[in-house]
């Protein structure tokens, strides 16, 4: 079992940034691929970036490329999304993934809570 809790979300400007962090339990955090997800209200949830389990390889959504970086540091167990120039669009509830297959996916079996971004105009 990876119990995975997010931090960091909040109220923002447009323009403005945030940093979300995923912390992670249980079994070996650097086994496991890791991500972000975000669902906005009447949406389904949908992918948004993530990160191998090195480190190495990191992948994004086409609407959040040049403006959010993915990260890790597998000795405190955390992971984390910066992300700048924040859009209204960019509003909903941000959800950290892990998967001990190569890449997260919706299906992958471990999922935090969520944290509450909200973007005002």
Known sequence: ?????????????AGGSLRLSCAASGRTFRNYAMGWFRQAPGKEREFVAAISWSGISTYFADSVKGRFTISRDNAKNTMYLQMNSLKPEDTAVYYCAADPGVVVTTKSPYWGQGTQVTVSS
């Open 1 to 13: 079992q990876v119990q995975l809790v997010e931090s960091g979300g909040g109220l923002v400007q």
